[in-house]
């Protein structure tokens, strides 16, 4: 079925100013969108389709990973965001969840990791360890948090989380993407 | 020619993680093959090496307890149990009665959560995906009592030194009613489900066969050994806490391979919910507040070394703790974690089989990294 509409494009050469049709016929987003019309960038639509589908890596590191996979079963559901496709390899995942303490045997593994998966992509990093190193952040081994070998986009305290606040970090990272201009960027070059 | 007798097989290694979906963490196992025959596997282990029990040694004792439930952390209270038995032996502290049966109780809801992980994983492994779904659900229902009794879901650090953190309350009371409702139905379908499966009997049955000798030698605890016809168990054999007054029945299954070992597991599953019925009961009886002992807010042990031992759901966890009676730091602790000595076998136990098959003898044997590589 054909929409109606009494969209009317400026004729070339521009529009007649004053005329009173013209300016009577040309309507806002907000009366378009009303009326079942979206206008709107490419790189918009796809930001809002990778909000809903996100794909998540399934990689494990520690006791987060347990939570993690609550996270899918049954009681949390995951899949009732669309954010249940874990994928086995990098190279189908666009989401990297860091779940767990990195050591510094794992490193070179995660960030291997991290540059297989293919652009676009995000990195959650859930609980304190990956944020900071947590708990075992004085040890001999450990990497203290995950942004000091990835990117990291959204942050989820807590040691290990749990589900509902996993749910919310991927939620999080829904609104990230839907609003980059709202997004910060910190940086620790240390 | 090969060595095997197959015409056109290849020689090569296969690689199998540290990230890889069926490994349960971490675990790298390098694994050569001729065709589909592997014919020697090794695991490598130290990718979540977190120094703990270096760490120990530079927090005080209340500090250090919170770190044992990283080790195994599917069941989380049944670590710092032998670290809290190692340090009150060197104390000399005396446990209050509701205390232990509250320490024995949250240890036994604990093992039938890790269990639960441990069953739903192995058949997720074999490829039956909804097979994880029901064992989960069962563990949320567990886990609901730990969060009723203490905040926590999953690294409670419920026990503290000289007793509990928190006596029992209505609200746990009501979880575990619903634990108790919900958990015979779920284990009569699972057996429906799971057990005449063809496709898990197949992937199964006489795949990783241990003998009762060869586990003994290798040190195998836990189900694990249970499941080799070995019947011993600690809290029957020697036991702590107060399971000493309890009747437990160790299921043992003869066979020793991958189908022994999740049978084992099913079985305990139902006198795990025996025992925590019993313990309840016997929990009711007690005067409800008395939950710590007599313990110094300075922890400073005498000098000298103590050692205890429980029954955790991967096997026999130990603790040994050194004390200089002077600073309030251990000199040293060491863990017996017991998944670090069950996959030692895994060397001898795989070559022979086919690919598909390490991955259901990896699965069967229910092993956590954190506990492996400490």
New interface residues.
């Given amino acids: 079925m054909a929409l109606k509409t009494n969209i009317r494009f400026p004729q070339r050469g521009g529009m007649p100013e004053g005329d009173p049709a013209n300016t009577h016929d040309l309507l806002t987003q907000e009366e378009l969108e009303s009326r079942g019309i979206l206008f709107t960038s490419l790189d918009k639509l796809f930001r809002w389709g990778a909000g809903w589908s996100l794909w998540p890596l399934q990689f494990g590191l520690a006791c987060c990973a347990i939570e993690m996979i609550c996270t899918t079963q049954s009681r949390f559901d995951m899949s009732r965001f669309g954010y249940e496709v874990f994928r086995n390899s990098p190279r189908q995942a666009d989401v990297m969840i860091v779940a767990g303490t990195i050591t510094e045997k794992m490193r070179p593994a995660v960030e291997l990791l991290y540059h297989q998966m293919p652009e676009p992509k995000w990195v959650i990093a859930i609980g304190s360890c990956a944020i900071s190193g947590g708990p075992f952040v004085d040890s001999y081994s450990v990497v203290a948090g995950a942004d000091k070998v990835v990117p990291v986009d959204v942050y989820v305290p807590g040691c290990p989380p749990r589900p509902e606040a996993i749910i919310d970090g991927m939620l999080q990272l829904k609104a990230k993407l839907s609003h980059p201009e709202r997004k910060q960027v910190v940086r620790d070059d240390k | 020619m090969s060595e095997n007798g197959n015409a056109y097989s290849e020689r090569y290694t296969l690689n199998l993680g540290?990230?890889?979906?069926s490994t349960h963490?971490?675990l790298r196992i390098v694994a050569d093959f001729d065709g589909e025959t592997c014919i020697s596997a090794d695991p490598v282990i130290?990718?979540?090496?977190?120094?703990?029990e270096?760490?120990l040694e530079?927090r005080t004792y209340p500090q250090g307890l919170?770190?044992t439930d990283?080790l195994d952390?599917?069941a989380g209270v049944n670590n710092n149990l032998p670290l809290a038995l190692a340090v009150e032996k060197l104390l000399g502290v005396e446990i209050p009665e509701r205390a232990s049966l509250l320490r024995m109780l949250t240890c036994e809801i604990m093992r039938l959560a890790s269990y639960m992980?441990g069953i739903g994983i192995y058949i997720m492994d074999l490829g039956a995906v909804s097979g994880?779904?029901y064992p989960?659900?069962q563990?949320?229902y567990a886990l609901e009592v730990m969060s009723a009794l203490c905040g926590a879901?999953?690294?409670q650090g419920y026990i503290r030194f000289g007793g509990v953190q928190a006596d029992w309350n209505d609200e746990a009371e009501a979880a575990l009613d619903v634990l108790y409702k919900e958990l015979p139905p779920f284990i009569e379908m699972y057996h429906k489900l799971i057990d005449e499966n063809e496709i898990f009997l197949r992937r199964t049955k006489g795949v990783g066969v241990i003998t009762a000798e060869r586990a003994k030698s290798y040190a195998l605890t836990g189900p694990n050994l249970r499941a080799s016809g070995v019947d011993y168990d600690l809290r029957r054999d020697a036991p702590y806490c107060l399971y000493d007054r309890f009747t437990i029945k160790v299921p043992v299954q003869q066979a020793g391979d991958c189908h022994a070992r999740y049978a084992q597991r099913m079985l305990e599953v139902e006198e795990i919910l025996k025992l925590i019925k019993a313990i309840h009961a016997a929990l009711k009886e007690t005067e409800p507040g008395k939950i710590m002992g007599a313990v110094p807010k300075m922890l400073r042990p005498p000098a000298g070394e103590a050692y205890a031992q429980t029954e955790n759901p991967k096997g026999i966890m130990g603790c040994l703790v050194a004390s200089d009676g002077k600073g309030v730091n251990p000199l040293r602790v060491h863990f017996r974690r017991p998944s670090f000595d069950n996959i030692a076998i895994f060397s001898e136990l795989m070559p022979g089989h086919k690919v598909a098959d390490l991955i259901a003898i990896i699965a069967s044997f229910d092993i956590v990294?954190?506990e492996i590589?400490g």
Avoid: A, I, N, W
């Fill in positions: 540290p990230q890889h979906p963490g971490v130290g990718y979540l090496h977190r120094g703990m270096k760490l530079s919170p770190y990283r952390y599917l992980v994880v779904f989960f659900q563990r949320e879901r999953m690294t990294l954190g590589d």
